[in-house]
């Protein structure tokens, strides 16, 4: 069984629709990371999340600890957003990342 | 910002060659990881170090694959002799919690 688990797996959206990406693992952590992988390859992280909600420009990342959940919410999509977007976890600090298996994001003109 | 720096962006190599994959961690860090990612398919951890030895590993870790930090700033993945399923994107991080990702080394394996 997979420790993190993302939902959906391929998203298509009309340019200026808000957008959520959603999160689940199985194991306790110490951090939940949200990181952007564009066609090339290179990671990105968005956000580190130990517990609420944070916002940087128009992304939001919420986390549920008793839930185990957590989600990315992009609003007022953009094409530039067109990416992967990969949830992953980490049980202590210092240790490996888990990573889910990324939602591919495509935004539309 | 910070970042962690990796060296080639693309390799090809023909199968049975040796490779070894660099990266420049970002200079106060202590903990280096390694990670693969199968095209397609999502991403894999390799290996940890930290403190000049091998922290944990994963299954994927064989005895083909081998780190090294040799100077203190440099962190190197050699791959002894490669296969053609080691063909994958490779990723560097370092720090720990707060994770720090090369832009990654495409290693294409022919």
């Known amino acids: 069984k997979n420790e993190v688990e993302q939902s959906p797996q391929n998203l298509t959206a009309q340019e200026g629709e808000f957008i959520t990406i959603n999160c689940s693992y199985s194991v306790g952590i110490s951090a939940l990371h949200w990181l952007q992988q564009h066609p090339g390859g290179g990671i990105v992280s968005l956000f580190m999340l130990s517990s609420g909600k944070k916002k940087h420009g128009r992304l939001i990342a919420t986390i549920n600890i008793q839930e185990k959940h957590s989600s990315l919410h992009i609003t007022a999509s953009h094409p530039r957003d067109s990416a992967v977007y990969i949830c992953a976890v980490s049980k202590t600090s210092y240790d490996k990342v888990i990573f889910g298996p990324g939602t591919s994001l495509s935004v539309i003109p | 910002e910070p970042e962690v720096t990796q060296t080639p962006s693309h390799q090809v190599t023909q199968m049975g060659q040796e490779v070894i994959l660099r990266c420049v961690p970002i200079?106060?860090?202590?903990?280096f990881y390694w990670y693969r990612q199968i095209l397609g398919q999502k991403v894999e951890f390799l290996v940890s170090f930290y403190n000049n030895e091998i922290s944990e590993k994963s299954e994927i870790f064989d005895d083909q694959f081998s780190v090294e930090r040799p100077d203190g700033s440099n962190f190197t993945l050699k791959i002894r002799s490669t296969k053609l399923e080691d063909s994958a994107m490779y990723f560097c991080?370092?720090?720990?919690?707060?994770?720090?990702f090369g832009q990654g080394t495409r290693l294409t394996v022919v």
């Open positions: 200079s106060n860090h202590l903990y």
């Open positions: 991080a370092s720090g720990g919690g707060q994770a720090f």
